[in-house]
């Protein structure tokens, strides 16, 4: 998406909104615009990439990422006293912030983020 087509969707959205709050709408597209350009230095194309399944999803991780989270999901299930087989499926098929009561995911967190943070310098090397 290129910096134009962002305003003209965000300028979309400002026309949807009541009289009474569109000077309030325009402000904050206007913050937003400089505050991105601040922060993402803005170039001329922004690319964004969606997969299928985001990296957020336990079943998108790697085999022995998700064998790890499945036996700490086991044994804080059976801790509960809530260790069934359907239990263990629905916590695997869910997104990892979804277990954050059930298990520390941190970790998981912290090396998804990095591996976005890779993917994504390595997409704008190669875009240069």
Known sequence: MTKQELIEFLDRLVELVSEENKTKAVLVKEKFINNF??????????????????????????????????QKVIAALAEHGECTPENVDRAMCSKIYDLEDLIDIREYVERMEAEQRKKADQKRRGNR
């Open 37 to 70: 350009e601040k922060s993402y230095e803005y170039e001329k194309e922004v690319v964004a990439e969606v997969s299928y399944l985001p990296s957020h999803y336990i079943a998108a991780m790697p085999d022995s990422v998700q064998e790890e989270i499945k």
